[in-house]
């Protein structure tokens, strides 16, 4: 290779570096940057930049380098590779990274991984980074949405379980930074296209996705492209019943945590008016729904990089990446409020403190059942960009100076296009409910004019003119997430008393979060439409109950009696039809008008927020006969400053039955600024008891800050709409982050080639963990009511200790297998009271099975996640909600025909798991319920 002239060469160094030099904000790079060698030995006589080239193609050569990179790593460590340029081994990243030792994952509709918990602690405690860029996350908080992001533009994936003073702060359970692939990964020019069709058997949807990938290096291998492209198309469907906290409890003067939430009075078993001993604390259900959420995912993503390697010391990365998300959700679901009020119950049977039969027989036409049709939709269209360069000089043997600087954005726009509208029955009956220990009760229905409820849906029995319109919920958000950073560090190379080199650093990182909600909560324009300002759907122009549902297999493996069939209406429709009412006489005196209903931006639950990081680090790198390892500190300053708005409440009006509208008084801004400082010091160490067998240790104070809407001092008392006086407070600028102190013990042992066995045990102290206060019957200025208050504070601390175990072995006929197993011990402590600690799983474990020998590949995976609290105190101290246990079983097979083409059969939950919520494990207390089914996947790669 031919060098420039010299005065040219520094001339370009000098502008790039120039360039990578913002007059704004820095962010501390951990991709790209620190994956590149570090500053050359002299005496070695090492060229510092030279790479070695690595071409990962099938899973076991993709495992093959997990281990290396695990094996090679300063701290704690497990990672994920690509099997081949632009070929991740699952269609989701999430999904992958599930596969590793500790690491758990949350699924959006349709079974997609979307939120990732490292060793138990959940998303708010982990960070993303992008090549070491901070995400930035189109939700309320920080933890990153990993379904706006296609597997096919990743390359890598680590998760980083210790600290290092040179990675950036934020994370207590784990730093996951997802890799892009450089052109000289694999130099010369590379194409791949891959063509892929998907089918769901529960929904019996169609889908298809086309990516490719071009990768090329030219003019001497200094210059390099790669340019990749993805667009899916899927549909899927997700059974789901829950009852959106509906479960009712008595007060219990025995428990002083809670005040009762019985809306309709306390259930009063023998009709005396009073809290007799038998009914402290009893448990019965308020309101539950079933029905199906049908989605229409698209993806489209755009990738590229851009390297220049004019001399073996000068490198200049140009690289971004842009996402489109467009996944609108629609549920159709029946929803039932049996709640209890004097009188509308008779031969009430109770289990254990559960009322677990009633029938409802009262002919008051307000004390019967009611059933209602629920159409529930989700508008999400998510835009993510991350632009960035990089540049890295080896300005002499002995020092280096890298500089990055990005831009990360995520918007969605979704205000006032969210919906949750009901219609209500209007038909008298008399109704049973029975607790089945299933997701859904017995319902039976029996109608005056001798209708059946199941029947009559099935047969088709019911129209327009059965019911009313009624909750009429517009909302959505308008979020905005900017970040702007970058970094500027130096690499020293040292050489003497065991001190190889010298990091260091300083990073600037410029976070601006805005969140607008549109709603017709603040207006009361959601309750418009119902009370005595009820319209019989009939009346409306327009097929308003457009469909009778029958999906197949619809919540067949619930063993309950209810409709499996339901109406669908058309919300669209709906408004047209309730626009074009406008101008007909109304109860209340006047004329109907749409805009009294219509959405508008609500100050209660918006803000912005605004924080800038400054943060500085020195680390050093040492050696020894048979150690390695590094010790080093970060310190930083974060400076917040957080708008949100308040309006008093002036009057409460009741429209019915757990039914009230709320007028507020004028908005006015709330400002509050605050700032703390972190020091976070970390040490590893690593000793080499042989070439195969080494011993990790890490010791690290480390930090994750407070989700971006609890700084903001936003409130809402939207519950009192549906008769439940709660004022649930955002946060305030003042929450402390979390900080834990924390350590690592690992021993590996790489017994043959591209096998290991770990075995690890960690702790973590966490200092400032936040949690949720629970203040019954309080007195907010509202005369003649008190409301619970609900509000995040700082816990007193919280202590996670566990172990992790992992195995993986292939023998050369082909076969091999990898299985790992992770267990948490967690408890935590708020004014002395001791709490489970949300989100952490007890245990998760995988099992994979493999087969990789000439064209064929197979393999299957099972990540089992055990169950885990999700919500502490929901009815009472002691009364937790908790996610169920969940196992995930995924399989392939692929075959690869000859150089150019090879064809791919994958199956996600092969098992047909669901995933359950309910109280304290009780089935008789279910929370939630949603079921995925199986989804295959048959693709064809194409490579040039």
């Known amino acids: 290779m031919k060098s420039a002239p010299l005065h040219r060469t520094m001339l370009c160094r000098g502008i790039a570096l120039a360039l990578l030099m913002p007059f704004g904000s820095f962010a501390q790079s951990t991709g790209e940057t620190v994956a590149q060698a570090p500053a050359a030995d002299p005496a070695a006589g090492q060229d510092a ?24 790593a300063a701290t704690v460590q497990d990672s994920i590779s690509a099997l081949e340029l632009g070929k991740f081994p699952d269609d989701n990243v999430a999904d992958s990274l599930s596969h590793i030792t500790g690491v758990a994952i949350s699924r959006t509709a349709g079974g997609e991984g979307q939120k990732v918990s490292v060793r138990g602690l959940g998303p708010e405690y982990t960070l993303t980074t992008f090549n070491g860029r901070i995400l930035a996350t189109d939700g309320p908080g920080r933890d990153f949405a990993f379904d706006v992001l296609p597997s096919d533009v990743i390359s890598g994936a680590d998760v980083i379980k210790g600290a290092e003073a040179q990675n950036t702060e934020g994370a207590i359970g784990g730093l996951v930074n997802l890799r892009s692939a450089s052109p000289f990964d694999d130099k010369g020019q590379h194409a791949v296209l891959r063509i892929e069709g998907d089918r769901n058997t529960l929904s019996d949807y169609n889908g298809t996705k086309y990516s490719g990938v071009y990768s090329n290096t030219f003019a001497d291998d200094t210059v390099g492209i790669l340019l990749g492209a993805v667009y899916a198309d899927r549909r899927d469907r997700t ?28 259930i009063d078993l023998n009709g005396n008016g009073e809290l007799d001993p038998d009914e402290y604390g009893l448990i019965a259900p308020g309101q539950f729904r079933v029905g199906s959420i049908i989605e229409d995912k698209k993806r489209h993503a755009y990738t590229g990089k851009f390297e220049w390697r004019p001399s073996d010391s000068f490198r200049l990365t140009v690289d971004g990446l842009k996402t489109k998300l467009d996944s609108p959700q629609v549920s159709y679901q029946q929803s ?30 307000e004390q019967r059942l009611n059933p209602e049709l629920l159409n529930q939709t989700e508008y999400r269209v998510v835009d993510t960009d991350l632009f960035g360069a990089n540049a890295r000089w080896q300005v002499s043997d002995s020092f280096a100076i890298t500089g990055d600087v990005y831009r990360s954005t995520s918007k969605r726009y979704s205000g006032g296009l969210d919906t949750y509208v009901v219609l209500r029955m209007n038909q008298p009956n008399t109704a049973h409910i029975d607790l089945t220990r299933a997701a ?25 003119s059965d019911f009313d319109t009624h ?18 560090s130096g690499d020293l190379f040292v050489g003497d008393f065991h001190v190889d080199h010298v990091k260091f650093g300083v990073s600037l990182t410029d976070r601006r979060k805005s969140r607008d909600l549109v709603n017709n909560a603040f207006n009361g324009g959601e309750n418009y439409y119902s009370g005595d300002n009820r319209i019989n759907v009939s009346d409306l122009d327009g097929d308003i ?85 590094n010790i080093g500190v970060r310190f930083g300053t974060t400076k917040t400053r957080a708008q949100a708005w308040d309006a008093q409440i002036e009057s409460i009006t009741e429209l019915g039955a757990f039914n009230y509208s709320v007028e507020y008084g004028d908005p006015t801004p709330i400002l509050q600024d605050a700032s703390y400082s972190f020091f976070l010091p970390s040490a590893n160490f ?38 439940e006086f709660t004022q649930i407070y955002g946060g305030n600028v003042d929450l402390k982050p979390y900080s834990a102190k924390q350590g690592d013990i690992s021993l590996e042992w790489y017994f043959s080639e591209n096998s290991i066995f770990n075995l690890a045990t960690f702790y973590k102290r966490i200092e400032n963990q936040i949690t949720t206060s629970w203040e019954p019957q309080q007195d907010i200025g509202v005369p003649g009511y008190l409301f619970n208050v609900m509000r995040p504070i700082n816990g007193d601390y919280a202590k996670v200790h566990g172990i992790e175990a992992g195995l993986q072995h292939f ?16 408890k935590s402590f708020v004014d002395g009271e001791e709490r489970p600690l949300e989100g952490i799983a007890p245990s998760v474990y995988s099992l994979g099975l493999m087969y990789e020998k000439g064209a064929w590949s197979a393999g299957v995976q099972a990540d089992h996640t055990d169950g885990f609290v999700t919500a502490t105190n929901v009815l009472g101290q002691g009364y937790n909600e908790q996610a169920d246990k969940l196992t995930w079983l995924t399989a392939h097979l692929a075959y690869t025909v000859n150089d150019h083409l090879s064809l791919t059969l994958e199956g996600d939950n092969l098992l047909d798991d669901e995933q359950t919520y309910s109280i304290n494990g009780n089935p008789l207390l279910s929370q939630g319920y949603y079921r995925y089914g199986r989804s295959f996947k048959l693709s064809m790669a194409l490579k040039f």
């Open 49 to 72: 930049t030279t790479l070695d080239t690595v071409t990962v193609t099938g899973v076991r050569a993709s495992l093959a380098r997990a281990v290396e990179l695990k094996r090679d």
């Open 811 to 826: 023998w050369n006929n082909g076969l091999g297998f990898r299985a790992q197993y992770t267990r948490n011990w967690s």
């Open 336 to 365: 039932y409020y049996p709640l209890f009020s004097p009188g509308r119950w008779s031969n009430i049977q109770v289990t254990n403190g559960i009322v677990t039969s009633f029938d409802m027989d009262n002919p008051d036409p």
């Open 686 to 723: 690593v000793w080499h008891f042989t070439d195969d067998l080494q011993l990790r240790l890490g010791a690290a104070k480390t930090m994750a800050r407070p989700s971006v809407e609890q700084l903001a001092p936003t409130n809402t008392t939207a519950s009192v709409a549906w008769g």
């Open 471 to 488: 909750y009429f919920g517009l909302s959505g958000d308008n979020i905005k997430d900017e970040i702007n950073g970058g970094t500027l």
């Open 545 to 629: 109950i457009d469909r009778t549902l029958s999906p197949s297999g619809f919540m067949s493996d619930v063993n309950a009696s209810f409709p499996r069939n339901f109406l669908g209406f058309d919300v669209p429709a709906y408004i047209k039809a309730l626009q074009a009412y406008d101008g007909q006489p109304s109860p209340d005196g006047g004329v109907y008008d749409y805009a009294n209903a219509a959405p508008e931006w609500n100050p209660l639950e918006s803000y912005r927020v605004r924080e800038k990081t400054t943060a500085v680090f020195v680390q050093a790198d040492m050696s020894g006969e048979r150690w390695d390892g």
């Open 239 to 266: 059974d789901v019943a829950g009852n959106d906290g509906g479960w009712t409890r008595n007060p219990d003067p025995n428990d002083p945590t809670w005040g009762g939430n019985a809306w309709g009075g306390n």
């Open 440 to 464: 859904v009760p017995n319902v039976a229905i029996q109608f005056d004019d001798g209708r059946d409820w199941i029947d009559g849906l099935k047969n088709g029995e019911f129209g327009e």
